[in-house]
């Protein structure tokens, strides 16, 4: 069984600040100004992390007034989870059936 693992999630949580981000936005909806409180980085630094976060559809934004939230899609993470699962799952096996054919 091949499987394979969203590339442009894995590429979006592998940075230290967009993986901050992440958690951040678990807890609750927040917006950029909010982000830019709480991480400390450049609005439009976060602006870039955010795009890169929205573009590998594990962000949605939400418009409220004239601000924009942001919030995480847990059915997106979920499925990366499930997929990782899923190879660990698959190596185990793999390492079972080694370890029985190698004695």
């Given at each position: 069984?091949?499987?394979?693992v ?9 940075d230290?600040l967009?993986?901050r981000?992440?958690?951040l936005?678990?807890?609750e909806?927040l917006?950029t100004?909010h982000?830019?409180?709480e ?5 439009t630094?976060?602006s870039n992390h955010?795009k ?8 949605d934004?939400?418009?409220c007034?004239r601000?924009?939230?942001y919030?995480?899609?847990p059915e997106?993470l ?6 990782f ?5 698959t ?8 370890r029985?054919?190698a004695c």
């Amino acid at each position: 069984m091949v499987m394979s693992v969203d590339s442009d999630a894995t590429k979006a949580l592998a940075d230290p600040l967009r993986m901050r981000i992440v958690r951040l936005l678990a807890r609750e909806a927040l917006c950029t100004t909010h982000l830019v409180e709480e991480t400390g980085a450049k609005q439009t630094n976060l602006s870039n992390h955010m795009k890169i976060l929205r573009d590998a559809g594990l962000v949605d934004t939400e418009p409220c007034g004239r601000f924009t939230y942001y919030k995480l899609r847990p059915e997106a993470l979920r499925a990366l989870a499930e997929e990782f699962a899923a190879l660990a799952d698959t190596a185990q096996e793999s390492a079972e059936a080694n370890r029985k054919r190698a004695c």
